[in-house]
């Protein structure tokens, strides 16, 4: 079955390059739009109804996700386009949307179009583009829900909620307040990238802590969290995490 795609980019030759990486590993990729004005897009995409968008974030006329803002239900799976180091990319990956980074090397398109194929099938596109608009206008990364990927689909939970992540087998378990927990069919590793920058560290390979709810360290190795948790610190992390905490 293909996929109806459109390709948003101010650079004529960003579409060119984008379009022909597609034709050559994605050819169930069926471009039915270019556009070098997201306004021109906005006017085409009720009558086109494309499954994916390929949408560049810096553009001079509107950005990306200004865009994004003026589609009442954008029902369609973005795969975002920016420049390498972006101030949006933390936004788009709490909200388990796919990017891919300019220039576009082919390992990273064939990854984000896998996913981005996933969540057109579990139909999960609206809930996280307008999570994603919601998030953007909070000026501190707590205050923001990230997407949980399960295999029945997403869960949205607030950052500021979550006390640990356990890793196990491959999956993961959010141990959040009030003693609830959820588990997630990715890596700790997957949540470890999106949340390294909000106050988590990872004290052992399986144990990720938020540490605004740290309550003690004790000397033995075991650190103490609120609600009675109790999790061991890695030899390996020890100094870097006194280090830290020092600096609180």
Known sequence: MSIKAFIIDDERKAISILKSKLERIAPDILITGEFQHPKDALKSIEALTPDL???DIT????NGFDFLKQIENPV???IFVTAYGDYAIEAIKHCAIGY????????DLKLALENAKKNIEQKTALLKNRQLIENLNFNQGKNRKIA????????FIEIQNIIRLEGLQGYTILHLKNNEQLVSSYSIGYFYRMLENLNFFLIHKSHLINLDFLNRYDRSGIVELHGNHSVPVARNKREAFLDLIGKL
Do not use: A, H, T, Y
């Open 53 to 55: 968008i390929f949408l």
């Open 59 to 62: 553009m001079p006329e509107m």
């Open 76 to 78: 369609f799976e973005i």
């Open 100 to 107: 891919i980074v300019k220039p576009i090397i082919n390992d």
């Open 148 to 155: 949980i990927p399960s295999s029945k689909g997403l869960d």
